[in-house]
């Protein structure tokens, strides 16, 4: 006797990932609204305050994203490990290490532009993977999740590396991190950061080369008008 359909794993795996992509849409989308009124309505102003307005929701947005890489130990995503990780890393690093430690930091543009990017991409994101689970499927959101991170990847990279820059004056200062170790031995966290400035231009390197592989096989039926002769 057959099963109620949702009795069925691949039903339970599909509503989970289901109701988990629309979380982080609804939570990204919030901060972009968020941020976009906010601009609206105070200018460069809502530029300092940023983190102070929607910090909370970015961490547990951020948080939450640790189980992806769950998702693909066992193996209900279909997605590389060591890309997603680099990726995730990158994220939790900027922004529970760099930016949530140093109030100086929070108050910098670069904060902002970075949400911005961030938000952009997992929007997009989000969208054609909660799609994508329930069988629907737009060549236009296809191609946007597709190309979108193109140009907006290597800024986030960019405006990451801006904002470990900017904070190495503030850690130097105030010896966040920074401690010392027996056999006169110590671990100085601007140096730290300033090691992980050239990884993080390398992991770069690594996941832009898998993304784009990735692009070129999902598109590789992408329909494409061909004009008449």
Known sequence: MALPAWLQPRYRKNTYLFIYYLIQFCGHSWIFTNMTVRFFSFGEDSMVDTFYAIGLVMRVCQSISLLELLHICVGIEPNHLLPRFLQLTERIIILFVVITSQEEVQE??????????????????????????????????????????????????????????????????????????????????????????????????????????????????????????
């Open 108 to 229: 910098k543009y670069v904060v902002c532009v970075l949400f911005i990017f961030w938000n952009l991409l997992d929007m997009v994101r989000y969208t054609y993977s909660m799609l994508s689970v329930i069988g629907i499927s737009y060549a236009v959101l296809t191609w946007l999740s597709q190309t979108l991170w193109m140009p907006i990847y290597p800024l986030c990279v960019l405006a990451e590396a801006f904002a470990i820059y900017q904070s190495l004056p503030y850690f130097e200062s105030s010896g966040t991190y920074s401690t010392e170790l027996p056999f006169d031995l110590a671990i100085y966290f601007p140096y730290v950061l300033k090691m992980y400035l050239m990884m993080l231009f390398i992991g770069m390197y690594f996941t832009y080369s898998h993304l784009y592989s990735e692009r070129r096989d999902v598109l590789q039926g992408f329909p494409v008008k061909k004009k008449k002769v």
